[in-house]
């Protein structure tokens, strides 16, 4: 009985087994997600800059005219409201101005971008810093981009409204992937290769100067901390990412600088705090927000990469030196991310900027999970002469899914804390269904003779995708928007009753 339990609990797993399994997990995770994306509808800001598409689609339907209303919008919007020049011009490629049917495709558009940067950005740091496997490395990306995806602080707005999600979660995945284009660059020899990262590092970092101000910040300080990092252990090659650093810190002055920033600054007059107020409540946020970014989840997926991570250093000749630097250096980034918002609005409380602090934290703390376990395992190698070996355990990772089973059964908000569940709940209870098929009516209505619409409130209003509804004032800015998308007068959203007393 003790040598069959021996075998049992030293069984070893095959490493490509384990990489197509997390795979197969991060994709079966992703599809409630992909699958209620189908009946998430245009809201807001969605109307009001898609109308610029629209309307310079309509007059040729060329893909020039897209291009031709898109930079009108942005440029518009540059001198009107914001300077946020690139995600203006994405946000005004609407893709409900094909059709509605049409809208999801932004919105898978969006799951895509997000996974591809986080494989993207690990690859890089695995396969071309540390030197890992191919194997290991596919694992430690499936696992990570499952964990940002599930655990994604604000689906509502990051994933299933485009305006929202294009202007943050669209850009900060592109900043990620500019940023491993730099670290690429540096680790790169040939010199066909550096030309196009250089200028693909170069361009990219100039477009996502003119994104949301939050990945801004974080891009640039990552950008001259890769600098930083080169200057001090003398690596030339390090000052391939100047380009990079020139083509941010351009678009994001000219970002800055807007003109429609003063007149947006103005409706928050009273409300923004100063810049020295902005960054110490920042540094307070670090630990408010602590709780709500981590949880026992979080520590078990943590637990769970250990043996692939042990296995990884075990093999690398990258030396993991001042770890305490390099978590007060993440504890700062990470606080960054609270900085723009605190400053410009004088709060935390906008869902969709919150989303990218908690998704850079927690590729962050993967972050600092190697390099603290690199650290530790090259300590005790060199200076105790210790040599750790891991298996990859089959009973290890039974247990490990097991526990994450039971944490996950055991948590009373479901919906609230996993994306999945809260995607698949509202899918199979009918909610989301109904919700999309009222609007579709109110389009119809909207695509109609009368100039003056009178809509329904929506009778279902799944927590998930609802971020809000039409209003009786047909002045409130939602209404306007849509009214001047379908080229109304205007909209009006009350019950049959409310419409019936007027009428009387």
């Known amino acids: 009985m003790k040598k069959i339990l021996n075998k049992v609990l030293s069984f070893e797993i095959n490493k490509k087994v384990l990489a197509v399994g997390a795979v197969l997990v991060m994709l079966l995770l992703m599809i409630p997600i992909a699958r209620i994306m189908m009946y998430c509808?245009?809201?807001?800001?969605?109307?009001?800059?898609?109308?610029?598409?629209?309307n310079f689609w309509?007059?040729?339907?060329?893909?020039?005219?897209v291009f031709r209303g898109a930079y009108a919008s942005a440029k518009n919007s540059y001198y009107a409201w914001q300077g946020t020049f690139s995600s203006i011009f994405l946000m005004s490629i609407m893709p409900a101005v094909w059709g509605t049917d049409k809208y999801v495709y932004g919105l898978w558009f969006l799951l895509i971008i997000m996974t591809v940067a986080i494989f993207v950005i690990v690859k890089v740091l695995l396969m071309d810093v540390l030197g890992a496997d191919r194997w290991s490395t596919l694992l430690v990306q499936a696992v990570v981009a499952a964990t940002c995806v599930v655990?994604?602080?604000?689906?509502?707005?990051?994933?299933?409204?485009?305006?929202?999600?294009?202007?943050?979660?669209?850009?900060?995945?592109?900043?990620?992937?500019?940023?491993?284009?730099?670290?690429?660059?540096?680790?790169?020899?040939?010199?066909?290769?550096?030309g196009v990262l250089v200028v693909g590092s170069a361009l990219l970092a100039a477009f996502v100067g003119g994104g949301n101000y939050v990945t801004v910040l974080q891009m640039m300080l990552l950008l001259l901390s890769i600098l930083g990092w080169g200057v001090i252990f003398k690596k030339k090659s390090v000052l391939w990412a100047l380009p990079a650093v020139c083509g941010l810190g351009a678009t994001m002055y000219l970002n800055v600088t807007a003109p429609g920033n003063d007149k947006r600054?103005?409706?928050?007059?009273?409300?923004?705090?100063?810049?020295?107020e902005a960054v110490v409540d920042s540094f307070k946020c670090v630990f408010t927000y602590f709780d709500d970014f981590t949880g026992l989840m979080t520590l078990a997926v943590l637990i769970l990469l250990i043996p692939v991570i042990l296995q990884i250093v075990a093999r690398t000749n990258f030396r993991f030196r001042y770890p305490g630097l390099v978590l007060l250096w993440s504890v700062c980034l990470y606080a960054t991310g609270f900085t723009p918002t605190l400053f410009t609005m004088g709060h935390t409380m906008l869902s969709r900027a919150t989303s990218l602090v908690k998704f850079t934290f927690q590729l962050l703390l993967f972050l600092n999970e190697f390099y603290w376990i690199g650290w530790g395992y090259q300590y005790l190698k060199e200076k105790k002469g210790r040599d750790v070996q891991v298996k990859n355990s089959l009973c290890f990772y039974v247990v490990m899914v097991l526990v994450m089973i039971g944490i996950f059964a055991a948590?009373?908000?479901?919906?609230?804390?996993?994306?999945?569940?809260?995607?698949?709940?509202?899918?199979?209870?009918?909610?989301?269904?109904?919700?999309?098929h009222e609007y579709l009516e109110r389009v119809e209505i909207c695509e109609g003779d009368e100039m003056d619409v009178v809509v329904r409130p929506f009778?279902?209003?799944?927590?998930?995708?609802?971020?809000?509804?039409l209003s009786e004032d047909p002045t409130y800015e939602p209404n306007q928007f849509m009214a001047d998308y379908f080229d109304k007068n205007s909209i009006i959203c009350i019950s049959e009753e409310e419409e019936q007393k007027m009428q009387q």
């Open 41 to 54: 509808i245009p809201w807001y800001d969605d109307f009001g800059y898609g109308k610029w598409v629209k």
């Open 58 to 65: 309509e007059l040729k339907h060329s893909v020039w005219d």
């Open 151 to 194: 655990l994604y602080h604000g689906p509502i707005e990051g994933f299933y409204w485009y305006d929202s999600g294009v202007h943050y979660t669209g850009l900060h995945s592109f900043g990620l992937l500019m940023i491993a284009m730099v670290i690429k660059l540096i680790y790169t020899k040939g010199k066909v290769k550096k």
């Open 265 to 276: 600054m103005a409706h928050f007059v009273g409300m923004t705090v100063s810049p020295v």
């Open 411 to 436: 948590e009373p908000n479901k919906g609230g804390i996993y994306s999945t569940y809260g995607a698949y709940y509202f899918v199979h209870s009918g909610e989301a269904y109904n919700y999309y």
């Open 459 to 469: 009778a279902y209003k799944p927590w998930v995708l609802c971020i809000g509804d």
